[in-house]
């Protein structure tokens, strides 16, 4: 069964860092791009960083660009999302999400396979 699992959330202050992993279990993570997804309340699900299959090529949204960097660990099966400067405006759901393709893509219909997501809440 192809199951994702995310972990890492918490509380942080601004400023500080968090790093989110996800796990993948079932399925061979290189054939698969992942993809960091977060929702905040009120507001619609949105695409924060992608990563291809094997790790070649990478994407962020310009909200998080310079403050947040995507990795993977294929030998692990699992996907980091390091998480610095962090401000009150990323406080959300992070959902890591994978695709049945290496590349990665914008849209959240393309992903196949979903964790059950980490909250993550940035205050003082």
């Known amino acids: 069964q192809l199951q994702l699992v995310e972990s890492g959330g918490g509380l942080v202050q601004p400023g500080g860092s968090l790093r989110l992993s996800c796990a993948a279990s079932g399925f061979t993570l290189p054939y698969y791009a992942i993809g960091w997804f977060r929702q905040a309340p009120g507001k619609e699900r949105e695409g924060v960083s992608c990563?291809?299959?094997?790790?070649?090529?990478?994407s962020y949204a310009d909200s998080v660009k310079g403050r947040f960097t995507i990795s993977r660990d294929n030998a692990k099966n699992t996907v980091y999302l390091q998480m610095n400067s962090l401000k009150p405006e990323d406080t959300a759901i992070y959902y890591c999400?994978?695709?049945?393709?290496?590349?990665?893509?914008?849209?959240?219909?393309?992903?196949?396979?979903w964790g059950q997501g980490t909250q993550v809440t940035v205050s003082s």
């Open positions: 999400a994978a695709r049945s393709y290496s590349s990665c893509s914008d849209y959240l219909n393309r992903y196949d396979y």
């Open positions: 990563i291809s299959g094997r790790g070649i090529s990478t």
